[in-house]
């Protein structure tokens, strides 16, 4: 169908989805009270605000992706290609990780791998 | 012979000699868009009833067996409940982005269709970096998961999202990785041209052993990229009720559930066109009795097949391993899964060079 089907595709989704919750709202009786908007935390009262500082890994395990991402994606035309090339193909990829592992290897001496 | 291929070909006759091609068009995308809502529904209802009897059938109980024959009535019922409950939004959230990412779970898991080979010559669109396009929609669904937990206003909703977050993103390096060997081997991003590589014997019995790592790996990468247990860490309900879609109820948990399904789905489908061969059937060598007997099983059958089994492995997998606590989870994927899909790649790309594939 080629490049329209990826229209067809998110307006399906959106359509299902939509009707979906529409569905829901025709068939069902609300009530509304005070303690139904409150937040789900098993009963306990929530306290302060939700909003708030997370632990520091989680920002630090998402850089160590972003620069193998980036790699990953250069990686994608190599892949293609890499059999047609031959050894030449081999050798440059190999001069590639081995640059990559040692920025691998910085980030994990620094304690950036390590879960705290 | 009867196919979907043959199929859709005679409706597209029947249409072009019909109507005019503007109206063929427009006729042929809502015939696609119903016919992959009723796939997605249809999908939703198969895997969760699985889900359930194969549990059951692991544990040694019955599972669901009341609602219609077999219990197959069982998800119907399920959604009918679903329907009636009330969708609520917490008063605290952010309502925009709470109303919003169920809707982009479902464009991502929807869109991922669109390469996806069915059977023979029955693909929405056949593009030429059809394995890129799968890896770089698939990472939006780590964005609906990070909306749904933040705007939740519900410090469980956060946790889980964050931590999903960082098993997404992690994971999805070594899944990259894994492709990559078929990428090396086959020299094209096409899914047809893949599939086609495979037409002497599947990747996994002509890779050798760097397919069968990056196939192990693949599937380790996969039930953690679609947060299925042992990898659980983000919805886990000892710990965090339901992960990020604590807050949602009614439809739009419903959607949330659906778009998890569909996505076990496609990265199993991913996985069987990739290693497995897609709709390709099981050739032996030169063994013609064999293989012509093979051939007359449709190859629909031969996709779903595959991919029902991988599906079932993950399945399996949640029976059987403990989950991990999040800091394991994490080493697993960048001091072990990380060096050897990498070093894997190397062993890949030399095979491919010397030709010790056959």
């Known amino acids: ?116 | 012979m009867w196919s979907l291929a043959h199929i859709a070909n005679e409706i597209h006759q029947w249409l072009n000699n019909t109507f005019n091609p503007t109206w063929t068009l427009i006729i042929e995308m809502v015939l696609a868009g119903v016919a992959v809502i009723g796939l997605f529904a249809a999908l939703g209802l198969v895997l969760v009833l699985m889900e359930r009897r194969v549990a059951a059938w692991i544990q040694i109980r019955l599972g669901p067996n009341r609602v219609g024959p077999l219990g197959l009535l069982q998800s119907m019922a399920d959604t009918l409940k679903l329907i009636v409950k009330e969708g609520l939004t917490p008063d605290g959230a952010d309502k925009v982005m709470f109303n919003i990412a169920p809707f982009i779970a479902m464009i991502v898991a929807m869109l991922l269709m669109a390469p996806i080979a069915f059977a023979k010559d029955f693909q929405l669109w056949d593009l030429n970096i059809g394995v890129l396009y799968v890896t770089a929609v698939s990472s939006i669904m780590v964005i609906s998961i990070l909306m749904a937990g933040w705007s939740s206003n519900n410090k469980y909703s956060l946790m889980g999202a964050m931590r999903s977050g960082a098993q997404i993103v992690s994971y999805e390096l070594s899944a990259g990785l894994s492709i990559m060997t078929i990428i090396v081997l086959t020299g094209s991003l096409q899914v047809s041209d893949i599939i086609q590589a495979q037409s002497n014997g599947w990747w996994i019995f002509k890779g050798h052993l760097p397919v069968w790592i990056s196939f192990i790996i693949f599937i380790i990468a996969v039930t953690a990229e679609t947060n299925r247990a042992p990898f659980d860490l983000a919805e886990a309900e000892s710990e965090l009720t339901a992960g990020f879609h604590t807050e949602y109820s009614g439809m739009k948990f419903a959607l949330f559930f659906l778009a998890e399904y569909i996505n076990v789905f496609i990265v199993c489908a991913i996985g069987a066109t990739l290693f497995l061969g897609g709709w390709m059937p099981l050739h032996f060598g030169s063994n013609n009795a064999f293989n012509n007997a093979m051939d007359y099983i449709p190859s629909s059958v031969w996709f779903f097949g595959k991919t029902f089994f991988l599906i079932f492995l993950i399945m399996w997998f949640r029976w059987t391993f403990p989950r991990l606590r999040i800091d394991q989870l994490l080493n697993l994927e960048w001091k072990y899964l990380l060096p050897i899909s990498m070093f894997n790649l190397l062993l890949a790309t030399a095979m491919a060079i010397l030709g010790w594939h056959f």
């Open chain 1, 1 to 116: 169908m080629g490049p329209s089907s990826l229209i067809v595709l998110i307006i399906a989704a959106v359509a299902f989805s939509g009707i979906a919750i529409m569905l829901s709202r025709f068939v069902l009786t609300a009530t509304k009270n005070k303690q139904k908007g409150e937040p789900y935390e098993c009963g306990i009262p929530t306290k302060g605000k939700t909003w708030i500082q997370l632990n520091v890994g989680y920002y630090l395990f998402a850089l160590v992706f972003l620069i193998f991402d980036v790699e990953l994606v250069f990686l994608y035309p190599w892949a293609v290609v890499a059999k047609s090339m031959g050894w030449i193909a081999l050798v440059e990829i190999v001069i590639f990780f081995f640059i990559l592992f040692i920025g691998f290897l910085y980030a994990h001496r620094k304690g950036a791998l390590k879960w705290v």
